[in-house]
């Protein structure tokens, strides 16, 4: 049963238009959720991340919207540029504590074509 | 900065070996994890420990083991190489916390060829 779902296995954007990527969940637990990036052959690494408590988070060209009534979360990237082209990864956090689990999703890949 | 290293980033193995994967991090983290990462499966996770010589099953330990017998070093053992275990293998680690920002920092990975 999965609990974190991102649905589109891949997406390819052109350079400089905005790259939208989904997530859905289905734990009303889950209160922090994070968006990882990953290239061949190398670890994934944080992009950026939301709390329940709010809507929305910006970090650059980066943005990630959270609609808790939905369960449903997205990543925005505009202007989308080439070196942007990795699988995404979204997680989710079900509380604090000892063991800090993380959820993954499957991974969305992105391809932005110049 | 946080730094998460693994042993090996290639490695070839033959089915029926014993095989360790190693990690260590530099930051003092409580909790560390193995996943593995295969196409259109995402990173499901085998084992995490979040102490010394604590470790809980994640969602796929057959045909793994781990030791953590120090902070930094968290090991992962494939008792007898199967080809189906040919795969992206992944270290994280994570500090302890009483909130909800459960980051965790991944190495590089070792992608592991059982033939």
């Known amino acids: 049963d999965q609990q974190v779902k991102q649905n589109s296995p891949s997406l390819s954007v052109q350079e400089g238009r905005i790259s939208i990527l989904n997530c859905d969940y289905t734990n009303s637990m889950f209160d922090y959720f994070l968006w990882y990036k990953k290239y061949p052959a190398e670890g994934p690494t944080f992009l950026i991340s939301?709390?329940?408590?709010?809507d929305k988070n910006e970090d650059g060209r980066f943005t990630v919207f959270l609609n808790k009534s939905a369960k449903h979360l997205s990543l925005h990237i505009v202007p989308s540029q080439p070196g942007d082209s990795a699988v995404y990864f979204c997680?989710?956090?079900?509380?604090?504590?000892?063991?800090?689990?993380?959820?993954f999703g499957k991974g969305t890949k992105l391809s932005v074509k110049p | 900065d946080v730094k998460v290293t693994q042993s090996s980033r290639y490695l070839v193995k033959r089915t029926g070996e014993k095989v360790f994967l190693e990690c260590v991090q530099d930051m003092d983290h409580e909790n560390m994890f193995w996943y593995r990462q295969d196409p259109g499966l995402g990173l499901r996770l085998i084992y995490f420990?979040?102490?010394?010589?604590?470790?809980e099953k994640g969602d796929i330990p057959e045909g793994y083991s781990v030791s953590r017998e120090k902070k930094e070093r968290f090991s992962l053992i494939l008792e007898s190489a199967s080809t189906n275990q040919t795969s992206m293998y992944l270290c994280?680690?994570?500090?302890?916390?009483?909130?909800?920002?459960?980051?965790?920092?991944f190495g590089p990975g070792t992608r592991l060829t059982v033939l």
């Open positions: 939301i709390s329940s408590i709010k």
């Open positions: 994280a680690s994570s500090l302890r916390t009483s909130w909800s920002y459960n980051e965790q920092f």
């Open positions: 997680a989710a956090s079900a509380g604090g504590g000892s063991q800090g689990n993380l959820i």
């Open positions: 420990s979040y102490d010394v010589k604590m470790k």
